[in-house]
């Protein structure tokens, strides 16, 4: 008789004061340099693969990267967490909630402060830049018109050109942006006299089209059903339609039956005594008048059979996505059991159906019978790779527009906000940090030196957005960000990065996270510009205050205790 070796359990590993790791902060130093490479317009790509071959993912995006990348240590593992948390709830602003994050992390070591002084400090200019961007004279806050589709399509336009994984043209971006709003109005319910319920957008991708083939139909898009062919849906005339949804698998198999009690007796044929219960809830389809039959997992062939005999269109396969907005189009209630008669209340209406040829695919377009705030964003592009991150981008863009109907504003794009935040955080507290030190029970010194890390921090996010090599400026009169235009014999006057303010011979500026005499940045009024970028009111008030709030978490560890075994 042997035993199995008993090796002793090994003491769990202690890492006192982290952040002094040399090892650590190389690592932060280094998931810093991949977010802020990647940020912008002209962000680099990064490409992940295994050592082991498969599938290779090009993306700028943070939740592409932060879920792809394994990452050892803890203290990375807690900002990735929180910046992919952050995403999945705002759909944007990832990458300047990491980089905000990490520079104020690496700032706070940089200037030597405290950390209680750094989390008291940080706490308190947060609240003041809540204030700020909260209040009516906030000059980085712009009203989201929705009698004009011009702040929509922006602010989808600003998402999509962030993102140069998705390689397209001024032209393509543009079509897409549009298709993202219209997308966006059609899930807005217009006739509800109950409480209002968001509509959906179900998104196709067909891979080898141009993207001008893109677009976008109220109502939703599936494949056409096998042997399905235009005769046969002139043969049902003009509509509505009665329509039946089931969620259990019709295959016949006993496995696929579900939680249901079955008697049987001595001698029956099982399969074919399931197949006389299909045949029969077919019977009762056809004499209910039902035109289409849908079902989530598998019909029966017998069962197709007979409903195309009857002139009833089948639709199997449908899968769980299709699920909630087939049920919203039609207003059915989803049948889970084909052994009891279907309820007089599960019947649901579509107004018609029609073939949809889009690129190279076939569909079935369904037509809501009211107002079920469907649509079917059908996106096209040139590569498998491309047309992934294009999903991803305008799925993220429609949802910030959403987001829009709560809080009813954008901010300034282009680093503009970032500029122009820092500097009123500077003025504010160069007249008030003696009594605000005084406050939280700091000295007046420390206090200085933790608003320029956090100014610091805000700047190097601007900074971030600029890869070739350009200096970035500030002027001294509105605060927003600029970059030397290299094509100078152009007509065009320059603007800065947002596009709001144009440039003027008197209008001084200074290279941007340098000394500068601190101003008081001027309200921008009567100008007929609008601005060109946008990024999201929400999102990146969300990602400023979680960014903080992570930051003075990760400085206040002090031991990482990891277990071994």
Known sequence: MSMSRICKKKPAMCTDEPLSDSNICQKIALLRNILSTAYGPTGRLKQIHNNVGGHVLTTSTSTALLKRVDMSEPLLKLISTSVQHHTARYSDCGLFMGIFMLRLIENTQKYNLRTVVAAKSYKHLVEECNLYLKGDSCGCKVSVDFSSCDSLVALARS??????????????????????????????????????????????????????????????????????????????????????????????????????????????????????????????????????????????????????????????????????????????????????????????????????????????????SEDAAISTLVLCHRNETMLEELKMTCQRAEHVLRLTLREPYALLGGGCTETLLATHITHMNQSTATTTAAALGVSHSEFIMAVKAFCSSLHAVALSLEHDGQDCLIDLTYAHRWVPDIYPQTSARQTCGCGLVED???????????ACHTVSPVFLENTDNRPRILDSFSAKLNALNVAVEMANFVLDVKYIIKDIN
């Open 159 to 368: 998402m999509i050109t962030s993102k140069p994984a998705c390689m397209l043209n001024s032209r393509e971006t543009q079509h897409i942006s549009s298709l993202i709003a219209q997308a966006f109005l059609y899930s807005i319910p217009c006739n509800s006299p109950d409480v209002a319920c968001f509509g959906r957008t179900v998104t196709i991708g067909i891979e080898g089209q141009p993207v001008s083939d893109s677009s976008v139909f109220p109502g939703l898009l599936v494949d056409v059903p096998e042997m399905l062919q235009p005769a046969d849906l002139k043969r049902l005339g003009s509509g509505p339609f009665k329509v039946v949804v089931f969620s259990a698998s019709l295959s016949g198999d006993m496995s696929e039956v579900g939680d249901v009690t079955l008697e049987i007796h001595r001698g029956v044929d099982l399969e074919l005594d399931l197949l006389q219960q299909l045949l029969k809830l077919g019977e009762q389809v056809v004499k209910d008048k039902v035109s289409l039959f849908a079902c989530q997992k598998v019909v029966h062939p017998v069962l197709q059979h007979y409903f195309r005999e009857h002139g009833v269109v089948v639709i199997e396969r449908l899968g769980l996505a299709l699920m909630e907005p087939f049920i919203q189009i039609s207003g059915a209630r989803a049948v889970a059991s084909p052994c009891s008669p279907v309820p007089a209340e599960a019947y649901g209406l579509v107004r018609g159906f029609c073939f949809q040829s889009c690129g190279s695919r076939e569909l079935l377009h369904l037509l809501p």
């Open 504 to 514: 003027r011979s008197d209008l001084e500026k200074t290279p941007l996270n340098t």
